[in-house]
């Protein structure tokens, strides 16, 4: 059974350029939620999408955007890549829209990320 | 792997010990917590949760407390492996956040043979 799966794995971006990444759920997970993780630091909450709709965005700015597709996968864009973007990107998939609803196992489980380097 | 975090707190700890790793949390309306292990090079993985109508959950070897007079969340890990070797971090949720997560700092966990 698959378990959450991004792509790219490691990208390495020049300043100004823009970048997608990809995300594909575990099968039936219908929430997408993606974090920026930087070196030493807790993930950050960047967007969260259940049934193609965003539901939840962080503080980030514009040049970040999201969507879900159809089939529940998700990509995460970012426009003008500055060097302080450079970080582990994070997708975490799960059943509900809400973490911890009572009588789901609604856990989000989180794929391996991509490495993105801005230089 | 590369390492997920350089600057972290360490807690260095004698294989068989049991370790106590703390996190404090700053909202009050937060009803839901998660403690996730995080391998270098790998994402978060999912450990243990409680809710906030509960004050203690155990798992196979990990203990999570949760006081919420003082806003504070432990994880207990009895009999620590080296395979517990990792940075762990605890998240808090609640209903307004929807499915958003917001993580503790970390704390690397180093288990000595």
């Known amino acids: 059974d698959a378990g959450v799966t991004q792509s790219p794995t490691h990208l390495i971006k020049t300043r100004g350029q823009h970048v997608t990444l990809r995300c594909s759920p575990i099968?039936?997970?219908?929430?997408v939620s993606w974090y920026q993780q930087v070196l030493g630091q807790g993930p950050q909450f960047i967007f969260q999408y259940y049934e193609k709709e965003e539901r939840g965005r962080g503080n980030f700015p514009d040049r970040f955007s999201a969507r879900q597709f159809p089939n529940y996968s998700s990509e995460l864009n970012v426009n003008a890549l500055l060097l302080g973007d450079s970080a582990l990107y994070l997708c975490?998939?799960?059943?509900?829209?809400?973490?911890?609803?009572?009588?789901?196992?609604?856990?989000?489980?989180f794929g391996q990320g991509t490495r993105l380097t801005v230089v | 792997g590369e390492s997920v975090g350089l600057h972290l707190p360490t807690l260095s700890v004698q294989e068989g010990d049991n370790s106590i790793i703390n996190c404090a949390y700053s909202n009050s309306a937060s009803d839901y917590f998660i403690w996730y292990k995080q391998e270098s090079g790998k994402g978060p993985q999912f450990i243990i949760d409680i809710r906030s109508n509960m004050d203690k959950r155990q798992g196979q070897r990990v203990t999570v407390l949760l006081n919420k007079t003082v806003k504070h969340l432990s994880l207990q890990i009895a009999a620590t492996q080296p395979g517990d070797s990792a940075v762990y971090f605890c998240a808090e949720n609640n209903e307004a956040a929807g499915n958003k997560l917001t993580f503790g700092g970390g704390t690397r966990v180093l288990v000595k043979p």
């Open positions: 975490a998939s799960s059943l509900a829209w809400r973490q911890g609803a009572l009588g789901l196992n609604t856990e989000a489980f």
């Open positions: 099968s039936g997970h219908k929430s």
